[in-house]
């Protein structure tokens, strides 16, 4: 023990602003990769892989040799456990680290034409809720829908409120399932989305609002749900469920989040274009 505390002080004495600056990187590094997993089922067992990670010095400290043996051995074959048990954190991470500016640029960049889009999706989705009509949309963002896209009937009609209306109407064969929307394109409907596996939601939320949450943990796209039962509309947003919005409100914080997204993205696209240049300049 005595050891571990001198090498701890000698490592405070020893730290220079590179080591400070490194320390401050891995804890950014770590924070970030908490806030993927919050909430859900990996963050449980991540607390368990803490324990036994305690309890490892702990039982060398007071000799349970059996103990020791055994908690050496759980972490020697859970390796391989950890990345099969947390495969779709483990892939969301990566998608989320993966996304690239130069993947997709094709986004609205005028105002006035992404306000118009917005504006038919939320007239679509307020005349459904106050008929209760039950409506699963989502709006793509920088990530890629293509397999969800895959798994419904492709449509690549303009956006407009009545034909969303039309889409959700009750025995349709498209009403039961997402409709997905690219740009200022309805590219399909009845798609199946991925349901969370969080447990900690509402009970009372249906399969609607948990395919919302878990297609919005797998990527970074808007999700839209008005509920059958209720009539309340929600928007499903990085893994969380914000709920009854208003025709105006929702229209407000869609504009919002989307104009933020892109500027970032398009500033980004050219930043990397520049740099590009100027290396190219260089070498010739």
């Not at 020791?68 to 020697?76: A, G, S, V």
């Not at 609205?108 to 459904?128: F, G, H, S």
Request: charged share 25%; aromatic share 4%.
């Amino acid at each position: 023990m005595n050891e571990i505390l001198n090498m701890i002080i000698n490592t405070i004495k020893n730290m220079d602003v590179w080591a400070i600056l490194d320390i401050l990187v891995v804890s950014y590094v770590f924070f970030k990769g908490y806030m993927l997993i919050k909430e859900t089922r990996a963050e449980q067992l991540l607390k368990g892989i803490g324990l036994i990670l305690i309890l490892i010095p702990i039982s060398m400290l007071l000799k349970l040799n059996m103990l020791n043996f055994i908690l050496n051995k759980t972490i020697t074959i859970g390796v391989l456990s950890i990345i099969i048990i947390f495969q779709p954190e483990i892939r969301r991470a990566l998608e989320h680290i993966g996304r690239s500016t130069f993947e997709d640029l094709h986004v609205i960049q005028d105002d006035v034409e992404l306000e118009n889009v917005i504006t038919e999706i939320v007239t679509a989705v307020a005349a459904m809720a106050e008929e209760r009509t039950g409506a699963l949309i989502a709006i793509e963002q920088s990530t890629g829908l293509g397999e969800v896209i895959q798994n419904g009937t492709t449509l690549d009609a303009k956006v407009s409120s009545a034909l969303l209306e039309n889409i959700f109407v009750v025995n349709t064969p498209l009403h039961d399932g997402a409709t997905i929307i690219k740009n200022d394109r309805i590219v399909a409907s009845g798609c199946v989305l991925p349901l969370t596996n969080n447990n900690s939601i509402n009970k009372k939320l249906g399969t609607r609002h948990r395919a919302a949450i878990g297609l919005s943990e797998n990527s970074d796209a808007l999700i839209i749900v008005v509920s059958e039962e209720t009539g309340n509309i929600s928007l499903a947003v990085n893994g969380r469920l914000t709920r009854n919005y208003d025709k105006d409100k929702l229209k407000s914080i869609l504009l919002k989040i989307m104009r933020n997204r892109r500027d970032k993205r398009v500033k980004s696209y050219k930043e990397k274009v520049k740099i590009w240049m100027i290396n190219l300049k260089s070498k010739k």
